[in-house]
């Protein structure tokens, strides 16, 4: 049997396993029975539509009322919505009503970006009835934001809810919360405003027995732990707690939390933990997959090697200095690290031999970097990792290039690389021939010319993701002309700060970048075009789908 002879049924299935992304710009073009099935039963399922009132190639304004009459007639409905809502008038429009009206039935998620919850929004509501997933974002900067008249009435349909997620500068919508109380919410993140616990009781109250993940900020930690631990039905798999800081010590709160929540996967403490705090993790959540957390130091490093089951460690301390090298915990993949202490023991990178994503942060800047001891330990040490992140840590050349030092073209499997290095010359890009390179992000990079990108574009042809910036000098349209003609498999390109660009690279992107999907171009100086002529031009590449362009 052939591939073009499987039933729909089938087809769905196999592609239900690509990208979005591909599905749109690849797969749909080979025949006009896959372009079908795609779109009428692959992309409502999966794809985000997402209604904005900017194009986000031509940045042309998009009357929101005629995309959402649009939308409201199509043959297939959506699943996954995301909808900006830019002024207050758009929800008191018939177009908006009988959008939802047509289509808020099969919506799963939505997120909504608005500057104020009113009204005449909470009155579309109503016709989300298996409504999953809710985001409401807000931007108002009214702190508390006026109470729509109706809100308990309006959210009362919302009984398939799981999961709720509130960015918002205050807590309006949470006055009152009894319109959540048919729902069964299993994950609640509320951002950007800190939290009143007299305003959360309620809402743990009610589904502290179905709740399974939690994010919220507090204004001191202790008062939240205690009523955490005062539900004793309470089987958090994932939590993400932060507090203002200056506060009392929560350590036993902490610990008796630990004691009662033993199936946690996720913990995220975003305030100083102490070093008895840190010590009771290994003994008391021994299934832990993510922990992120912040510590003077750690004090018993072996004892962390107890947690068998973590995959992502992220770890901002202030000292390493007396890390135990024989501590090994090989089941992280991937580890962030943040040091504030201008010496760094090197023997902290020998502990995680499987990591394959290292994120490394240079909070002192400069100082930190003298030893080149710390420099050989980590490029050898991580010489087996596919996500190399330096952006935001510190190097000098003559480091990189030390005798004995691993070089980036011994890194084998290297796929992701961002790497800042302010007196970076091309005898860096020497150092990096990387075949199954796809995404390489160069900052503060003032020294590199045409001769060391001709030797990086040969050496890495797969690249797909490129970020130049801050180059004021050596990179120039010829350069350019080179990466977009060599780099075939471009999708994404950034370029900031290099001002030695002309209004000739513009012509070279259009000429050699057939696939390329997103396109930021910024503090360019030379490149004088005007904006309005600048998105004609480049509008041209028929794969752009985000433009941003100053």
């Not at 690849?26 to 099935?37: R, T």
């Not at 100083?272 to 003077?296: C, F, G, N």
């Not at 100082?367 to 992140?389: E, G, H, N, P, S």
């Amino acid at each position: 049997m052939e591939l073009a002879d499987l039933p729909n049924e089938l087809l769905e299935k196999i592609f239900n396993f690509l990208p979005v992304n591909e599905l749109v710009n690849v797969v749909s073009l080979v025949c006009s029975a896959w372009c079908d099935v795609i779109r009428t039963f692959v992309l409502p399922k999966q794809g985000l539509l997402h209604v904005r009132p900017v194009h986000p190639v031509t940045h042309q304004l998009i009357a929101m009322e005629t995309v959402l009459k649009e939308q409201a007639v199509k043959p297939f409905p959506w699943t996954n919505l995301k909808l900006t809502i830019p002024n207050g008038d758009l929800p008191g429009q018939p177009e908006f009503m009988r959008f939802f009206n047509q289509q808020g039935h099969s919506l799963k998620t939505l997120t909504i970006q608005c500057t104020e919850l009113t009204v005449d929004i909470l009155a579309a509501f109503p016709t989300l009835y298996n409504l999953e997933s809710l985001c409401i974002v807000s931007e108002s900067e009214s702190l508390y934001g006026p109470v729509p008249a109706n809100v308990e009435m309006a959210l009362t349909s919302l009984k398939s809810l799981t999961r709720l997620r509130l960015h918002l500068p205050s807590y309006t919508i949470l006055r009152s919360v009894a319109f959540l109380s048919g729902a069964r919410l299993v994950s609640l993140a509320l951002e950007r405003f800190e939290m009143e616990l007299h305003h959360l009781r309620p809402l743990l109250d009610d589904h502290h027995r179905t709740l399974r993940e939690l994010t919220v900020r507090v204004e001191e930690m202790k008062p939240l732990l205690t009523l955490l631990n005062s539900y004793p039905s309470l089987q958090l798999h994932r939590l993400n707690v932060k507090s203002a800081g200056n506060e009392d010590d929560f350590s036993d709160a902490l610990v008796q939390l630990y004691d009662q929540q033993p199936q946690l996967r996720a913990l995220t403490i975003g305030s100083e933990l102490s070093l008895r705090a840190v010590d009771a993790l290994p003994q008391k959540l021994l299934h832990l997959q993510e922990l992120e957390l912040i510590a003077e130091s750690i004090n018993n490093c072996k004892a962390l090697s107890e947690l068998r089951h973590l995959r992502r460690l992220t770890l901002c301390l202030y000292d390493v200095r007396a890390w135990d090298e024989t501590v090994q915990l090989e089941g992280v993949t991937e580890l962030s690290l943040a040091v504030t202490f201008p010496l760094i023991s090197p023997a902290i990178f020998c502990s995680f031999p499987c990591v394959e994503r290292l994120y490394l942060e240079d909070v002192d800047d400069d100082t930190l970097m003298r030893d080149i001891v710390v420099v050989r330990t980590l490029m050898a040490c991580m010489r087996q990792v596919r996500v190399l992140d330096l952006e935001n840590f510190v190097f000098k050349e003559r480091e990189i290039l030390n005798d004995g030092v691993v070089r980036f073209e011994e890194m084998e499997r290297l796929e992701c690389l961002k790497y800042s290095c302010r007196d970076m010359s091309d005898a860096s890009l020497l150092t990096m021939n990387l075949p199954v390179l796809r995404e390489l992000y160069l900052t503060h990079c003032p020294n590199v010319s045409f001769e060391g990108l001709s030797y990086l574009v040969r050496n890495c042809p797969l690249i797909e993701r490129l970020h130049l910036e801050s180059n004021k000098r050596g990179l120039e349209d010829e350069a350019l002309e080179l990466i977009t003609r060599k780099l075939t498999h471009l999708r994404m390109l950034v370029l900031v700060n290099l001002r030695a660009l002309t209004n000739v690279s513009l012509d070279s992107i259009v000429n050699n970048c057939f696939y390329l999907m997103e396109l930021t171009i910024t503090h360019c100086v030379g490149i004088t075009l005007e904006k309005g002529a600048a998105i004609e031009k480049l509008s041209v590449v028929k794969s752009l789908k985000n433009l941003i362009y100053s």
